[in-house]
């Protein structure tokens, strides 16, 4: 059956109801993972992570929403890659569909230029098969970790704040609310291009370019999207290096669910603690500020031994395994 791809515009109310429906149709066979709201949708449409939204696309059949497409680049680094994916209703499956859709956006892919794509799903047989079966190389493995809130014990957060402050030595938190003050973008982007040292695996992926106007950017986006923006830093009183930082958003619309973005740690200024510091204290910020938050997630390659020691003592726990995979065309 022939397929077309009718891209979704955020102005267009009815579309990303739609839209929201067919993903909240596959969101449903991993219990696991929270639905979307058409809100949610909109926003994502309008913003994206960090400015620059993805190209997003009902999947239509015979006239029906069948499925949900998506294409997703950057302009700041990795000219040549885009992350592309597609997923077909519950109630369309095993039609062909879903092989018919994703040759289609492999397709707007290409002709945006880029010839290095991406693509991910859930650890199961469907996704490997699918894959494996499109010539699709099997590159990393990432874990989606979770917190739930109401089910550690009281006092953690201090315990594990108390602990690291005795490793932690010449260094001090500040917590900022909101948008990053002007005169901090551009060392935040300095500290934030750490993340670059985190494990990817096989993934044929260049170095994350940051600046400080994509910094900016980064924390634009999520505040317009409705998102609390919580960032607090490790600084080098020495030096007033920014030595580490951590990132957390609260959902504005649903202020039960939070979501842990980057940690990273500036390599000369390793081994003192400072993530586990970092994120303990954000812990204790964040219960200070956000009494109905129930739940914070947060993702790590499954090879980043390190981060993962520090979010299970914090407390989160594994919900499911997810598989990226990477083609040229």
Do not use: C
């Amino acid at each position: 059956m022939d397929v077309h791809l009718r891209e979704v515009d955020a102005d267009d109310r009815d579309a990303v109801e739609r839209y929201a429906a067919v993903d909240n149709a596959v969101r449903a066979l991993s219990p696991w993972v929270h639905p979307t709201t058409p809100y949610r949708v909109e926003m994502m449409l309008r913003n994206g992570w960090d400015g620059e939204p993805g190209r997003h696309f009902l999947v239509q059949a015979a006239g029906e929403d069948v499925g949900i497409a998506s294409v997703d680049t950057t302009e700041y680094d990795n000219l040549d890659l885009a992350w592309v994916n597609a997923a077909i209703h519950p109630e369309h499956r095993r039609r062909g569909l879903g092989t018919a859709a994703f040759d289609s956006v492999v397709e707007v892919a290409r002709g945006m230029g880029r010839t290095k794509l991406g693509t991910d799903s859930w650890d199961d047989e469907p996704g490997r098969s699918f894959a494996a079966a499109r010539g699709w190389d099997l590159k990393s493995t990432a874990i989606n970790r979770r917190q739930h809130l109401g089910e550690l014990e009281p006092g953690r957060a201090d315990r594990l704040y108390d602990e690291a402050l005795a490793h932690v030595g010449e260094y001090e938190l500040e917590r900022i609310e909101g948008r990053s003050p002007a005169d901090l973008l551009e060392p935040l982007a300095v500290a934030t291009a750490a993340i670059n040292d985190a494990p990817l695996d096989d993934l044929d992926i260049e170095d994350e370019v940051f600046t400080g106007d994509r910094v900016a950017a980064y924390e634009n986006a999520q505040l317009a999207s409705g998102f609390r923006l919580y960032r607090i830093i490790a600084r080098h009183r020495g030096t007033g290096e920014i030595a580490g930082l951590t990132v957390a958003t609260v959902d504005t619309e649903r202020p039960a669910q939070g979501h842990q973005h980057d940690t990273s740690v500036v390599r000369a200024h390793r081994g003192h603690r400072l993530g586990l510091w970092l994120k303990a204290d954000m812990m204790r910020w964040l219960a200070e500020t956000e009494p109905r938050l129930e739940t914070i997630d947060t993702w790590n390659a499954e090879s980043n031994d390190h981060m993962i020691g520090v979010n299970e003592r914090l407390g989160y726990r594994v919900m499911a395994r997810g598989l990226e995979f990477q083609r040229r065309i």
